[in-house]
């Protein structure tokens, strides 16, 4: 069945935990379970980035390069003995928990302790060794940060603000912009202010009205100054060294996106937890984001190591840096698409289509508080918002792949009297005007592993009952002897639900007296078949979805037609066998 797709996505938050929150999304994070150990996998390793020192030793340095530098005010904090400090989890005595439970809606993790914890507190170094080796030019490009947020907690976003001015080069930070979409608590109004005035590099933007995350970073995008925009969600906290090599990607290619490795910080206990190595951001359908090993074959063809810059598919779409003329170039988001989720498939597939590469940099790490919920309200529908934008995304990226998008699920978005996904004029035009290359190109360059089908199943439609395949003749149906080599007889079934031969479909024609090719139509239910494939070899029904009181499409033997009856569970004249199965 279509559920049961071989993608592998992994776990996003430590497993052993068990907080009762509702999950809400796939996109779970594998950590690792050697997790007091974080120095197990370092062994020497070439330099992940493609400049080198003239010398392992370093004592000779090429001009115009230097080590990632080791920028961390909080390696030896002001307090060690504080809540949650070097990362550790603290533990909370039992009477704390009401407090802590009373206090977790504020932002869907435990924000009563995240309030204890200091807001430049020193989380562990968890890059690979060979990181610290790496070489980066003295010339970076610099990097306006862009934090969005609305309702945030007070303690996290100060920590991500912390974590950036701590651990950067300052003259890399051209500037902080902190956009607010229009939250509703005092705190983050003029004590925010006054907080961030301290700080000359903090910006703060206040939207008028609430925008959603995507049009926030735009207005943050469009008021930067730096050659790079390094996008980050507002509760996050960035580890040593994260910085550099990211902008040296985008220094040796301006089409690289670069994201660095997102590490769990708990929702429970805020305690920093690895993540495994060789992760990349996958989807699986219906364009649902996950987490997946690099093919263990890619890793040993390409001499891979836990240092190489790994490309993805697909970004999870919070942290990023982009050169800001490549941005906008690329059209920056979809404006379109509102509130939350979708713009990482809709960047995604446009970085790739259009020219340009997705890569993690194990050498950049930053933790993220991993939510079970969204803390903030969606002013619609929350599930109507996010399928909305993946229709969007889905109208104008996937090509003919889009049937798969909407035939896992997703069916009632292409009925446009239903679903509004606004207009794609400017999307498509867009996408013309810069060449991108098609969707299928993606899929066999990019994410070759993804198993994408366009057809449910294919080839002859055999009848189990007079044991002859379906036919077109002279533009009707008919049955004749099987003969694959007759393309008269090859059909699709597809994640629409028709049985197509090319632009026709199978549908019943006056009333259902009797059946005939139509030209396909999304829109007409008559036109929709439901056939299992679980138990091909058998062959199964054809189960009309337009007629009610489960209806099959039966081989009538004297006049060799097709009509509708009654389904039976052992007519094999309502047997229908196709002869591949593709899922
Ligand atoms: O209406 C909104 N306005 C906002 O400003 C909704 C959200 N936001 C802010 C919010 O305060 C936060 O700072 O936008 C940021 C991201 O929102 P989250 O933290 O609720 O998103 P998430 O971490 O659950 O979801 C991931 O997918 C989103 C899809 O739209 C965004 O791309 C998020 O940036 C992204 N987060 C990450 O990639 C971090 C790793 C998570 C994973 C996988
Ligand atoms: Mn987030």
Redo the contacts with the bound molecule.
């Keep these: 069945g279509e559920e049961s797709r071989p993608v592998k996505t992994t776990p ?1 938050q430590p497993p052993n935990k068990d907080v009762n929150i509702k999950e809400e ?1 796939t ?1 779970k ?1 594998r950590v690792r379970t050697d997790k007091n150990n974080v120095n197990a996998d370092r062994e020497p390793l070439k330099p992940a980035i493609s400049v080198k020192a003239a010398d392992n030793s370093s004592a000779v340095r090429k001009p115009g390069v230097h080590k990632v530098l080791y920028l961390d005010v909080t390696h030896a904090p002001r307090d060690p003995n504080a809540v949650g400090q070097f990362g550790h989890a603290p533990l909370l005595s039992s009477n704390e928990d009401a407090e802590v439970r009373r206090r977790w809606d504020e932002g869907h993790f435990n924000v009563y302790l995240s309030d204890q914890i200091p807001v430049d507190r020193a989380i562990p170094d968890t890059r690979p060794e060979i990181c610290s080796q790496n070489v980066v030019h003295d010339d970076l490009p610099s990097t306006s940060v862009i ?6 907690v007070w303690s996290t976003l100060l920590r991500s603000v912390h974590s950036v001015l701590n651990r950067s080069p300052p003259h890399l930070i051209k500037e902080i912009i902190l ?1 607010d ?1 229009f939250s509703t608590r005092d705190y983050l109004k003029e004590p925010l202010d006054k907080y961030m005035s301290q700080f000359p590099k903090v910006r703060i933007i206040r939207l008028k009205e ?5 049009r ?2 735009l207005a943050g995008a469009a008021v930067a100054k730096g050659e790079v925009l390094t ?6 906290e960035c580890g040593v060294g994260w910085l550099e090599p990211l902008l040296e990607r985008v220094y040796l290619d301006r089409k690289k996106v670069p994201c660095p490795v ?1 590490e769990v910080i708990s929702d429970k206990d805020m305690s920093y937890v690895l993540v495994d190595n060789f992760q990349r ?1 996958i989807f699986k359908w219906p364009l649902v ?1 996950g ?1 997946s090993a690099v093919p263990e074959e890619y890793i040993k063809k390409t001499n891979m190591t836990i240092a190489d810059p790994i490309r993805c598919p697909v ?5 990023f840096s982009i050169d800001k003329n490549y941005f906008y170039e690329l059209g920056t988001y979809d404006p379109g698409l509102d ?6 498939m809709e960047i995604s597939f446009k970085i790739w289509m259009c020219g340009g590469e997705i890569e993690i940099i194990p050498c950049s790490r930053v933790g ?1 508080i ?2 079970g919920q ?3 309200k ?1 002013p619609k529908d929350r599930q109507k918002t996010v399928e909305r934008n993946l229709a969007r995304v889905a109208e104008v990226w996937l090509d003919e792949y889009k049937d798969l998008f909407y035939g896992h699920g997703y069916h009632h978005l292409m009925n446009k009297k239903v679903t509004d996904i606004g207009n794609l004029t400017e999307q498509i035009e867009l996408r013309k005007r810069l060449k991108c290359k098609s969707f299928k190109w993606y899929l066999d360059n990019v994410y070759p592993e993804m198993d994408a089908p366009l057809a449910k199943a294919e080839g002859l439609v055999f009848n189990r009952g007079i044991r002859k395949c379906l036919a077109v003749q002279k533009g009707s149906l008919s049955f004749e002897r099987c003969d694959l080599s007759k393309q008269s007889q090859h059909f699709n079934y597809t994640w629409l639900r028709h049985v197509r031969q090319q632009d026709l479909c199978v549908g019943p024609q006056d009333k259902g007296s009797s059946f005939a090719l139509r030209p396909c139509d999304n829109t007409q239910p008559e036109l929709r078949w439901f056939h299992k494939s679980s138990t091909p070899s058998l062959g199964e029904h054809l189960i009309s979805e337009f007629v009610s009181h489960h209806m099959c499409l039966e081989a009538e033997p004297q006049s060799e037609s097709l009509r509708l009856n009654p389904c039976e569970p052992n007519n094999t004249f309502q047997k229908w066998q196709f002869t591949h199965y593709n899922v």
């Design positions: 996003r999304k996109d994070r934090f969005c947020f609305v309702d945030e956009v979409d609430r925008q959603g995350l995507i926030a970073r996008f980050l969600d507002s509760h996050i997102i951001g984001f987490w970004m999870a779409g919070g942290l509130v939350w989720g979708g713009e990482n993220h991993f939510r969204n803390p903030y969606f």
